[in-house]
């Protein structure tokens, strides 16, 4: 089976602090790996996905095999990085193709 | 462009009756995939489709079904209603397919079963 696990439901910070949203994943394949982001009032939208292997707005997540997890990290949290992100993974098969959301983590940063 | 459109925003039905849903993707994109999103929870896949045929499905009940028009406009079917089926609807479109690229979502109808 393959599931997406967000283990904190909400996550509060100190602007300036680092921020780490963990994510962990199971999938018995080469997992495809997003983060996505859902600022107030705003549409889901992609923050970055693991086949890029890029920084947007100073977050970057690094897969970790070994440990299936695909983490999202910052250093230095902001007061607009407050938003729900949700941790998803892309699964293809000869069935078909799957999308998982995990449960995803409500982010806060305090002023 | 809009970005991804869906109508209605909001819907109120009862028990047992049948539901349909429109989203209209991104001019350009060919790939168009339906969530259902209780509230607390992420967004749970239902299908999605590429030109036309189904190229995915989740678990979900025979009831949801969807289809893709020449246009890459979708509609989601649900039918015999359940207060369960209450939720977030939401489509996303893609180009060209769902696996590696990123998918924009429309802002979502809000079904209500009473």
Redesign the interface.
């Known amino acids: 089976a393959q599931r997406v696990t967000q283990p904190e439901k909400l996550l509060s910070v100190f602007k300036g602090a680092p921020v780490e949203l963990k994510c962990n994943y199971s999938y018995s394949g080469s997992p495809e790996l997003f983060w996505y982001v859902q600022y107030s009032r705003q549409r889901l939208q992609l923050l970055l996905r693991h086949i890029s292997r890029e920084s947007i707005k100073g977050f970057t997540a690094d897969l970790n095999k070994g440990e299936t997890s695909f983490h999202l990290k910052k250093p230095f949290a902001q007061e607009e990085d407050s938003a729900m992100y949700y941790c998803a993974l892309s699964a293809s098969s000869g069935t078909g193709n799957q999308f998982y959301f995990g449960t995803g983590t409500s982010l806060t940063v305090i002023p | 462009d809009a970005?991804v459109t869906q109508s209605p925003t909001h819907l109120i039905k009862t028990r047992g009756q049948h539901v349909t849903l429109r989203c209209s993707p991104i001019s350009g994109h060919k790939s168009v995939?339906w969530?259902q999103q209780v509230l607390?929870?992420?967004?749970?896949?239902i299908f999605?489709y590429y030109e036309k045929e189904?190229?995915?499905?989740?678990n979900f009940p025979d009831r949801f079904s969807a289809r893709q028009f020449p246009n890459y406009s979708s509609e989601l079917n649900v039918n015999a209603l359940l207060l369960g089926d209450s939720a977030l609807y939401?489509c996303?479109s893609s180009f060209p397919?769902?696996?590696?690229n990123?998918?924009?979502?429309?802002?979502g109808t809000r079904l209500t079963v009473l």
């Open positions: 970005g995939s969530y607390g929870q992420g967004p749970q896949f999605q189904e190229r995915g499905r989740g939401l996303a397919d769902i696996a590696y990123e998918q924009f979502f429309g802002p």
